[in-house]
């Protein structure tokens, strides 16, 4: 399980996918984590337990094309990154408007307007 | 022959779901034409909690991800974090963490067929099912002390050893356990009403299968021998590994995996009675994690993916689970499409949905 | 059909559940089933308050009071493991089934920390 990373820019996913797929990889998963400002966001393709990643790095809020149109199963990642980050998608194949996930805080996993919330800690009151 | 389409709810609530998942079905003439999924009602946000726990400590909240794939999940982050801080754990680790990871994945599947049959109606075979998954909890409670939340990794190795007069023992009772299976699988796989109710049902092409993602069962019921046990990860290469399939596509050779997949791993438990190493069962741990690192392993639902960060602290700073449940969904779509109405909560099941596991 | 075999089966078997209450149920050597606080072991290093995964145990080192919420004890055996001076065990039972307000959280009220000191200058005086 090598962990090597390739950059890559949110305009240029759509090639990758497409070549991906072209070599006979299968998508694992899109993940999306916070960074220092930014957030990197992460496709893994594998193909015979050869994991490649490749990343973008992008601000708040960008509009990152999808790659729907290459992997027919990516609209559960793109959907939940979407839910949980706040990022749009273009070109889903299946567009649910932040539906998918349904939480009670909006996405909670973007990281300063509206923070996570914290641990709670039942209080006697509460548990009596 | 085209009527007025109706959308039909099924779940969150519904008979055949042990968890919530909500799928809008899409209907003309008791046909489903689409089916739309939603999921959300279970959702925690548990993997925000790794920089609020030190890594030590997250190992038993990552393996309450999910209450029957517990141990994968507790063994894949531990593995993610001895990647990340270069660990060699010690071979009666590896060894043991092997064992486990195929003891629940035979007491999942024995779950699920149970659930199976219940599904279909079929309740003595579901009664049945789950009496043989209590002798395999048996042997997992007085290995690990815990029935389904073994709680028995940690990082650099297990909590917990077991003696070899023990592990003699456990290879005697297992084939009392796999004559037990295999009346039960005959069952499964020959009986007249559960073959009219499976073969040809919910049917997902190889190619569509690879196309969308599908892992574990899914994708081996469709041909595809993908199977993470395959890579250098944990004993598998020693006691040679290879993946169980069925070419059928349907219900059935989801099933078909499911049960074949029970002997595989009693065999692999065999193996690794046979070769177990003596000596250390965990190394002293110093140091912080710093760097990412994506840990994988197989779940007896497929392939489940951790994405560990850490920065030299004792808390790290990004964990992210990618679930096989959640990789089958689009499957799950494909397989609906198409399907009679009535056939739906069954083949809903044959992806062996753990909604909890999807959302964290 | 080629279930019949099975089913005929049971009628010459015993059962396999047990009945519960009126048999004890069963458990193994290894079972973690509760935790128990041993009090005249217990220094509060509080260890197993910080380290404790879901944050069950409260220390109160002015009230010298050990608290466990046996709700949210996940049993995991973290705290019997950091515990330095083994004053933490584990029982094979499981706890009873329990209303929050009824037992929900126990406090293992006294702990007799104190005599340390004066064993040691007994031990140094002589």
């Known amino acids: ?123 006697r009151e509460d548990a009596s | 022959m085209t009527g007025r389409r109706t959308v039909v709810p099924f779940g969150p609530q519904h008979p055949v779901l042990p968890e919530p998942i909500h799928l809008d079905l899409v209907i003309e003439d008791e046909h489903v034409v689409e089916a739309i999924p939603s999921i959300g009602y279970v959702h925690r946000g548990l993997e925000s909690l790794v920089d609020r726990r030190e890594y030590a400590d997250f190992v038993y909240l990552a393996e309450r991800i999910c209450g029957i794939c517990s141990f994968t999940h507790s063994s894949t982050f531990c593995q993610g974090v001895e990647g990340l801080m270069g660990i060699e754990i010690p071979e009666r680790a590896n060894y043991l963490r092997t064992m486990w990871g195929e003891y629940s994945r035979i007491h999942s599947h024995l779950l699920w067929l149970g659930l199976f049959a219940d599904a279909l109606g079929f309740e003595s075979l579901f009664y049945n099912a789950w009496k043989i998954r209590e002798s395999i909890l048996n042997e997992l409670e007085a290995t690990t002390g815990g029935r389904v939340i073994q709680g028995v990794c940690k990082v650099g190795g297990v909590r917990r050893d077991v003696t070899n007069e023990f592990l003699s023992g456990m290879d005697k009772r297992l084939e009392t356990i796999e004559s037990e299976m295999q009346e039960m699988v005959n069952v499964f796989l020959n009986d007249y009403t559960l073959k009219k109710r499976l073969i040809g049902k919910g049917i997902l092409k190889p190619d569509d299968a690879y196309n969308l993602g599908a892992v574990g069962p899914v994708a081996r019921g469709s041909g595809l021998a993908q199977d993470v046990r395959t890579s250098e990860y944990l004993a598998y290469q020693d006691v040679g590994f290879k993946p169980v399939t069925a070419d059928g596509c349907d219900g059935y050779a989801r099933c078909e995996v499911r049960c074949k997949e029970l002997f595989q791993s009693v065999d692999i438990i065999h193996k690794i009675i046979a070769a177990m190493p003596d000596g250390e069962v965990a190394v002293p741990v110093k140091g912080n994690p710093d760097g990412e690192y994506f840990s994988r392993s197989e779940q007896p639902r497929g392939e489940v993916v951790h994405y560990l960060r850490g920065n030299g602290t004792k808390y790290l700073t990004q964990f992210r689970v990618r679930t096989p449940t959640l990789t089958n969904v689009p499957s799950l779509v494909a397989m609906l499409a198409g399907a009679e109405l009535a056939d739906v909560p069954q083949i809903v099941l044959t992806i062996d949905p753990c909604i909890g596991c999807m959302e964290r | 059909m080629k279930m019949l075999k099975i089913i005929l089966k049971q009628f010459t078997h015993k059962p396999v559940t047990t009945t519960f209450p009126a048999e004890p149920a069963r458990h193994f050597d290894a079972t973690r089933g509760h935790v128990v606080l041993d009090p005249s072991k217990c220094t509060s290093c509080t260890i197993c308050m910080k380290r404790c995964p879901s944050q069950a145990i409260t220390v109160d080192r002015a009230t010298k009071t050990w608290t466990i919420d046996r709700f949210r004890c996940v049993i995991c055996s973290q705290c019997v493991e950091l515990c330095k001076f083994g004053a933490v065990s584990l029982a094979t039972e499981y706890s009873t089934s329990a209303t929050p307000s009824e037992r929900g959280t126990e406090t293992f009220s006294i702990t007799y920390v104190k005599p340390e000191r004066p064993k040691k200058d007994v031990e140094t005086g002589k």
Do not use: Q, W
Request: hydrophobic share 35%.
């Open chain 1, 1 to 123: 399980m090598t962990m090597e990373i390739i950059p890559a820019s949110p305009a240029g996913i759509e090639k990758i996918a497409a070549d991906m797929k072209a070599e006979g990889r299968r998508l694992v998963v899109i993940t999306c984590t916070a960074a220092a400002e930014e957030y990197d966001i992460t496709y893994s393709f594998d193909k015979d337990n050869d994991l490649v990643h490749y990343r973008i790095t992008v601000p708040e809020e960008t509009v990152i094309p999808s790659i729907g149109a290459s992997y027919g199963g990516a609209f559960v990642y793109e959907n939940e990154i979407h839910d949980l980050y706040g990022f749009t998608f273009t070109g889903m194949t299946l567009d649910f408007g932040g539906t998918f996930i349904r939480t009670s805080v909006p996405y909670p996993f973007k990281k300063k307007e509206t923070p996570a919330p914290t641990v709670t800690k039942v209080s």
